[in-house]
């Protein structure tokens, strides 16, 4: 029972469990691996021997808390590799994928915290779906780091400020990065609309953008 086959079938489990909101069945384990029934069977009492999930037999299987922080700390490799490949080298995010399922396994954890620290922290992967955060994120040096960026739906009429990070779906980016809006542009609010809609100036340009995107767009604010 390998360290990756272990990895493999809790995250597996993670998603399973997530989809369905409640037990994973055996035979969707063994569809979702591409594997036989009977031999998702032998590895799944393997697991519940060594702490990581409860299976019951006809009803499924949960994840137990040891199971679960491992399974969530595979999750997070997955997403900051699949993260840096898509935002940093700017990969296809299905070739993404297929690559982060592969490196997720070997990469050191020190790597990892570095590749996170490098982009900047990122809370959202190319799905769309929350990356949970590590020591790294909640570390001194970050802390020290991020302190003086606020996000861009706390900035007043008539404050500029310059674009740090942008924690959005990759296509969201993209849509912003059309309209002026990319890390060190510079941003003046004019208005600010109903619903914590902003008018902002990028570029010489005026663009409305909603509140959901504009907290999540973090900026070094200066009041004129």
């Known amino acids: ?10 995250e597996t489990i993670l998603y399973l469990t997530n989809k369905s909101k409640g037990p994973a069945k055996t035979n969707q384990i063994a569809e979702e691996l591409k594997l036989s029934p009977p031999s998702v069977t032998e590895m799944i009492h393997k697991l519940s021997k060594s702490g990581y999930i409860k299976y019951t037999p006809y009803h499924g299987v949960t994840l137990t808390s040891k199971g679960c922080t491992e399974a969530m700390r595979i999750k997070r490799r997955h997403q900051l590799l699949e993260t840096f490949l898509v935002d940093v080298l700017d990969l296809d995010p299905k070739f993404a994928h297929t690559e982060a399922c592969k490196m997720e396994h070997s ?4 790597t ?8 900047g922290h990122p809370e959202i992967c190319p799905d769309g779906n929350p990356i949970g955060q590590g020591k790294c994120c909640r570390g001194e040096t970050s802390q020290a780091l991020y302190r003086d960026y606020i996000p861009l739906s706390e900035l007043k009429e008539g404050d500029n400020g310059i674009i740090k990070l942008i924690s959005l779906t990759r296509e969201i980016k993209d849509r912003l990065s059309n309209i002026g809006l990319i890390p060190d542009s510079k941003v003046t609010v004019k208005r600010k609309l109903g619903k914590g809609t902003l008018s902002i100036i990028t570029m010489g340009t005026e663009v409305a953008v909603g509140k959901d995107i504009a907290k999540n767009i973090l900026v070094l604010g200066e009041t004129v």
């Open 1 to 10: 029972m390998t360290n990756e086959r272990i990895e493999e079938y809790l």
């Open 107 to 110: 990469i050191s954890e020190i």
């Open 112 to 119: 990892l915290e570095k590749m996170c620290a490098y982009m």
